[in-house]
């Protein structure tokens, strides 16, 4: 056998990859620390003389062209972006802080939490978030825009997940469990019924698993599982790869009612019997519903074997009739892209 097929050199060439990844991402991030302080650092020289001099905003303007008659090649020093350095610097007073923690996004990250972010401790969720996800600008835009922070840190959600799981998954899965979730790329229609928003739901899983947040790996909806000869079917079934488990959600078009978190209960059984295997923790229901009355869901959870959850849901209202003659329609958006 030649080396080239053999396992050692297989890991050899794995190893290597790692490293040269492992190198450039250290790379990248040393590349953005140095900007980010470059950037700090002109910031805080444009403060220095303000204070001093009783400058306005006007003398940035002469700065930028200053700069561009220096370096014309040179990106990223226009009046705006200055003006961003110099609120970056009055924002963040400590180059540590700048160093250890903001350096670890990119600097037009940081402009949107300056600019859609006041409160430090939110600014830090968002930036561990950010880290933790991957997410892009736009997903940071669209998940402050979308309240995240609130939805994930509602300290009032209507869950048993204390009591029914173990620790730290208890924690993990209250802290997963948003309320309510943002479905703003769906919709709504007078005539839509569970299945429609499901399907809405499964054609824009991209967004749908976007919304879940990170970890869940969609698996299928309509799942069918067969107990006692007879055929049940579970609206949408996801595994969350950070609690080992599987997660089930229902749908409901209306109010939440009592019976909903019975017929779950009886599901996630049937999953945890059916699906579960020993590695994997016990499976969590997520009961998702219009509008939830706060008591009355907790009592239906109260005495539940399986943890649940229960959280509300937003759809885009339908487009008022008024609007929709001063609209484009799909035809002619299109007809003007061709």
């Not at 009612?257 to 009886?266: D, R, T, W």
């Amino acid at each position: 056998m030649s080396i080239e097929k053999s396992s050692e050199f297989k890991e050899l060439i794995s190893g290597i990859k790692v490293q040269i990844k492992n190198s450039r991402q250290k790379a990248l991030l040393a590349v953005n620390r140095e900007l980010l302080i470059l950037y700090w650092n002109i910031g805080n020289i444009i403060l220095e003389y303000q204070d001093k001099e009783g400058w306005g905003t006007k003398v940035i303007d002469n700065i930028a062209k200053e700069i561009k008659a220096e370096f014309p090649d040179q990106k990223g020093f226009s009046p705006r972006n200055l003006k961003y350095m110099r609120k970056f610097s009055e924002e963040y007073k400590d180059i540590k802080f700048v160093q250890e923690v903001l350096a670890q996004i990119t600097w037009y990250h940081n402009i949107t939490l300056l600019e859609k972010v006041k409160d430090i401790d939110k600014r830090l969720w968002y930036i561990e978030k950010t880290m933790e996800n991957g997410w892009s600008r736009n997903t940071l835009v669209h998940q402050i825009e979308s309240n995240l922070f609130d939805r994930q840190n509602n300290e009032i959600k209507t869950t048993n997940f204390m009591e029914k799981l173990e620790a730290p998954n208890n924690k993990l899965a209250v802290e997963a469990l948003k309320d309510p979730y943002i479905f703003d790329f769906i919709t709504m229609t007078e005539e839509m019924n569970e299945r429609d928003i499901e399907n809405q739901l499964v054609k824009r899983i991209t967004k749908l698993l976007l919304e879940l947040g990170s970890g869940f790996a969609f698996i299928g909806n309509q799942y069918k599982l067969q107990v006692g000869g007879e055929d049940y079917y579970l609206d949408l079934l996801f595994y969350n790869l950070k609690l080992r488990c599987y997660v089930v959600i229902e749908l409901k078009t209306g109010k939440f009612k009592p019976e909903y978190a019975g017929k779950l209960n009886f599901y996630l059984s049937a999953v945890d019997d059916l699906l579960k295997t020993e590695v994997d923790s016990p499976s969590i229901g997520i009961i998702l519903c219009k509008e939830k009355n706060k008591l009355v869901a907790e009592y239906s959870l109260k005495d539940m074997t399986k943890p649940i959850g229960v959280s509300e849901y937003k759809l885009l209202e339908k487009i008022p009739e008024e609007l929709k003659g001063t609209l484009p329609t799909i035809e002619e958006i299109e007809d003007t892209l061709e």
